[in-house]
């Protein structure tokens, strides 16, 4: 059931974020003010509609099963013709048809029974079955000399929890005795021992660090954060429509027509799925956040416009579609000043931001975190060095595509994330994707050093590409918001509009990227994804290729 109530719009909060591992252009000519009216997502004259074929097609929960079986069946002969070794298996974790039947299979692999990490890879398949290119995220020879380790699983547990009590988490213990894998991520695959150690971070955040141990030498390879968290902020949409369920007397925050997605009430707590919200007449929340609804509102009404999102704009239907809802999660912990997804509850949690005032509830919140479910459950970006930023940016770039796509007149899409917060105290925003060098501490534009900065910040480099792409270089205005972006060059990037950019940037992160992918394999990515919706002649293709090039992508 849906119901219509009144909310009005407040608030503020934090927002970091990171995901698991293995398991994103201006007008040529200016108005004589130096703005131009800019319309959001509008493409240039010429421009060319996507190439319906290349697009992927919308598929119903038994089709995208029947998909997987098939998938499923064959992968031994899949890894045959492909050359791997014989201690080699692919496992079967997405597929992605188009409308043309050409279908995407993203694999992961095994060796000699280990998961090897690092070694995901996807077959390209025209609609007849043969393969047209295969995408590795590793072009090494998974090979080790034996699966028998030097060092004890203890020995590696024992370094895994010093490392994250050294970056303050409490109760740090391992969650599980280590796991041998085969790391092959970065340089000669080896193998090693992933251990997962939980407790909770310095910020009140649950700890799930992931440890890379060499299990020759003992020695860190890797680390990576599998609680996926961030910064943003949480504002009222007004008068929205919610997804509820009737239940007993009452109503439920459930939304049968979007999976089942929930929203619960964690009454503070830091554990646990948390209480059901019911409510006696179906109209939701007073507007003002001591009144634990009002969160919970904020919260369900994002989740269920980003699921719309995803499902209208690129025919996903659900986070990892399969058309099952997530749940989102309110009022965790006192003061918490963050929100964060996690992979092992398939969930979104939000804290009620300083002083339980301000609840990081906010519909680019949402949109950002659901982000990171979508990303894990294709891609899987490592959330390290540009893999990470690229990991961060995709979240953004999404969660700036939903809030412009939700048309909602209380929150008019812009590209500053974070912009209702005043994170800073002086109204500003927490970032910038037209000049992402305004914050103090994001890339405008690709080094050789982007990879070293925290992944919040390297994903400047991306957001900055999405803009160009979108919105092109130079000054406008967009919905009231005066842009100013530059390139790294000093060209001049004329934007194919942002209607265009999503789908070039979804269809690249669904098909063409991988765990290990870089600021440059992305470029290779998007630039196939463009050939494939618009092709290689055309001014979107080109587009993409000049935004690179704006941000020292080339």
């Given at each position: 059931m849906r119901k219509t109530f009144s909310m009005p719009i407040s608030s503020a909060g934090k927002r970091r974020s990171a995901i698991a591992a293995g398991t994103a252009v201006a007008a040529a000519a200016l108005l004589a003010s130096g703005l131009t009216a800019g319309t959001a997502g509008a493409a240039p004259a010429g421009g060319a509609s996507a190439t319906s074929g290349a697009q992927a097609a919308v598929l119903t929960a038994s089709a995208r099963a029947a998909l997987l079986r098939e998938a499923n069946a064959t992968t031994a002969d899949t890894a045959t013709s492909l050359g791997l070794g014989a201690k080699e298996k692919l496992v079967v974790k997405d597929v992605i048809k188009d409308a043309d039947g050409t279908t995407h299979t993203r694999y992961d692999r095994t060796y000699d029974g280990l998961p090897v990490l690092g070694g995901d890879l996807i077959v390209h398949r025209a609609k007849g079955g043969d393969v047209r290119s295969v995408t590795k995220a590793t072009k090494a020879t998974v090979k080790v000399a034996s699966t028998t380790a030097g060092i004890a699983p203890s020995a590696a547990a024992k370094a895994a929890v010093k490392l994250a009590k050294a970056d303050d988490t409490t109760q740090a213990a391992a969650d599980q005795a280590p796991r041998k894998v085969i790391w092959a991520a970065t340089g000669k695959p080896v193998l090693a021992y992933e251990t997962v150690v939980?407790?909770?971070?310095?910020?009140?955040?649950?700890?799930?660090?992931?440890?890379?141990?060499?299990?020759?030498?003992?020695?860190?390879?890797?680390?990576?954060?599998a609680i996926k968290n961030g910064k943003g902020e949480s504002e009222y949409s007004g008068s929205?429509?919610?997804?509820?369920?009737?239940e007993g007397d009452g109503y439920t925050l459930t939304d049968a027509d979007r999976g089942g997605h929930r929203t619960t009430n964690l009454e503070n707590k830091e554990d646990g799925e948390g209480a059901a919200f019911t409510d006696d007449d179906d109209n939701w929340g007073t507007g003002k956040p001591d009144d634990p609804q009002t969160a919970a509102v904020d919260a369900h009404y994002g989740a269920a416009v980003t699921w719309d999102y995803y499902k209208k704009v690129h025919g996903r239907d659900g986070i990892a579609g399969d058309g099952k809802g997530a749940y989102s999660r309110v009022h965790y912990g006192d003061s918490y000043v963050n929100a964060f997804w996690d992979d092992s509850c398939f969930c979104m949690t939000y804290g009620d931001g300083e002083g339980n005032k301000a609840p990081l509830t906010a519909l680019d919140v949402a949109a950002h975190e659901m982000s990171h479910g979508v990303t894990s459950a294709t891609a899987g970006l490592e959330y390290s060095g540009e893999s990470g930023g690229l990991n961060e940016a995709t979240s953004d770039i999404f969660g700036t595509a939903v809030e412009f796509n939700a048309d909602n007149a209380t929150d008019v899409g812009d590209y500053l994330i974070g912009e209702k917060i005043d994170i800073n105290g002086d109204g500003t925003p927490l970032r910038y994707m037209d000049k992402p060098s305004k914050d103090g501490q994001s890339a405008d534009e690709w080094s050789d050093s982007v990879g070293d900065l925290d992944v919040h910040y390297s994903s400047g480099v991306a957001n900055h590409f999405f803009y160009l792409l979108s919105e092109g270089s130079g000054a406008k205005e967009i919905n009231g918001v005066k842009y100013d972006s530059p390139t790294s060059d000093g060209s001049t990037v004329e934007g194919i509009g942002r209607d265009k950019a999503e789908k070039i940037w979804y269809k690249a992160l669904t098909t063409y990227f991988t765990s290990n992918t870089d600021y440059h394999a992305a470029r290779e990515g998007t630039l196939k994804a463009a050939e494939d919706l618009y092709g290689a002649d055309s001014a979107e293709y080109k587009g993409v290729d000049a935004a690179w090039a704006g941000v020292n992508v080339k």
């Open positions: 939980g407790g909770v971070q310095k910020d009140g955040t649950p700890n799930q660090l992931h440890v890379i141990t060499d299990a020759a030498t003992g020695e860190k390879l890797y680390e990576y954060q929205v429509e919610l997804g509820t369920s009737k």
